[in-house]
Structure formats: structure tokens, C-alpha cells
């Protein structure tokens, strides 16, 4: 081949003896000017490579609230797994989970259950665990282990604002119970901020909601479209829970 690109060039690139092989110095010209272009050649490979994997470029995944623990950890190791594809978390709001998805100004998004939208696909659910209810150390629920879900009515709760879809927001914070009684309604929040904090001095105490519908954390996403680099998030997240 080296002799070849000499005969084509019509000059030595190498000068041969019994103890060495070195450049001529038109030999080292023509490689200081074909590094460069080889180099992005090179670069141009492993683009195609990682977009042929689906692992390559920046994807955009919502959330609701902040990240806990184990969804960093999940993050974490999808960008060890793809150094070629950059994650970039974005808070969605509560009042409307879906839009940004829709809209494209994310890839997916980590919504709770249920997911019945008109042109959204619902990927894979992660851990599950029983509906939590917060209320002020005072409220007369404070000293139970777990609430029933029938012992809601007459309790007024803090509803989600618009334009999130009513049957949304009313799984999250249920007008009636189980049994058909009505749940009054609080005041109606659109961002998760305003929900933590809406609750009276001292903090808000956490119980277990019995009876209530479970709203496991599930992916939303546009069908067709799994984002900059997404295929293969849906089978990493799905392992790590």
C-alpha cells in the first residue's frame, strides 16, 4: 500500500535502511496535513456508530419536584454506561406534566400515573409505594400510623391547578373516597414548591393513604420519538428498579 502512494505521488515518503524506517521529509509533510482530516474522519465514524446505537447527543427527561436518590443514581449511570449521549433534567410543572412533552421541549418525562394522554406513549413504570398524605402536626390524622382512605372525607386537600388533565389531578388528590364520599377541596397549587410549603408551621407529618389508588412514577413520551440518544433509558431505568 506504501508503495503504491509513493508511485502515485511520484516520490520516496520513507527512507528504508537495515536498522530503521523513517518519513522523508515529504513523508512528514503529507502526514502533518492528512492528520487533521483524518482525525475528523475518524470523529465522523464514531458520530455515525453512536446515532446507529441510539446513545449519541443530549437527552432531555422531566421531572416532577426534584430528583430523589435512586432517579439520580439512575442518571448517573446511564451517562457512565453512554458517554456519547449528555442527560439534561428539566423540572416540569404540576399543573401541566404532559405539555413539555408534547411540545417537544422534552424528550420524556417522569410523571405519576395515570398516563392516558392523546399522542403520548407511557414507557415503563418505576418504584411503587402507597399514596402519602402530609398533614400539620396538629391535624387530628398527625398521630396515626396510616389513614384510611374513607377517613378523607370532610378533610379538606390541596388540589392540583390547571391545565393538567382532570383526571390527573384528581388521582393525585381524589374528590371522593373509595366509597363515594365527598372530599372537600383545599386551595390549588400549580407548582410542586408551593405544595410542600402550603401546609401551617410546624412541618407537615407523612402517612400512608390505605385504600387509595396507587400513582406509581411512570415515563411519558412522544411515540416514535425516544429523544437525542433515549433508546436503551427504558431498559437501564427498568433494571435499576
Aim: aromatic share 4%; glycine share 10%; proline share 12%.
Amino acid at each position: 500500500m506504501l508503495r503504491s502512494l509513493e508511485s502515485r505521488i511520484g516520490a520516496r515518503l520513507v527512507e528504508r535502511t537495515s536498522r530503521s524506517v523513517r518519513l522523508t521529509p515529504l513523508g512528514a509533510s503529507l502526514r502533518d496535513e492528512l492528520t487533521p482530516a483524518y482525525t475528523a474522519l475518524l470523529d465522523v465514524v464514531e458520530a455515525a456508530r453512536a446515532r446507529a446505537r441510539g446513545v449519541g447527543g443530549v437527552l432531555r427527561i422531566g421531572f416532577l419536584g426534584s430528583l430523589d436518590e435512586e432517579m439520580t443514581g439512575l442518571v448517573r449511570a446511564f451517562q457512565r454506561d453512554h458517554p456519547g449521549c449528555e442527560v439534561h433534567t428539566v423540572e416540569v410543572p404540576l399543573a401541566d406534566p404532559f405539555g413539555p412533552v408534547r411540545d417537544g421541549d422534552v424528550d420524556a418525562a417522569i410523571v405519576l400515573a395515570p398516563v392516558r394522554e392523546p399522542g403520548l406513549a407511557r414507557g415503563p413504570s418505576f418504584s411503587e409505594a402507597p399514596l402519602s398524605l402530609a398533614v400539620p402536626s396538629r391535624h387530628p390524622f398527625a398521630d396515626r400510623p396510616s389513614v384510611p382512605a374513607e377517613d378523607l372525607a370532610g378533610h379538606p386537600l390541596i388540589r392540583i391547578a390547571g391545565p393538567a388533565p382532570r383526571y390527573w389531578r384528581e388521582a393525585q388528590s381524589p374528590r371522593l373516597t373509595p366509597g363515594g364520599r365527598a372530599i372537600p377541596s383545599g386551595p390549588a397549587v400549580g407548582t410542586t414548591a408551593p405544595s410542600r410549603v402550603s401546609a401551617p408551621s410546624p412541618a407537615p407529618s407523612r402517612k400512608a393513604s390505605r385504600a387509595a389508588p396507587r400513582t406509581p412514577p411512570a415515563a411519558a413520551r412522544r411515540p416514535g420519538s425516544p429523544g437525542r440518544g433515549g433508546r436503551g433509558t427504558s431498559s437501564r431505568a427498568g433494571r435499576g428498579r
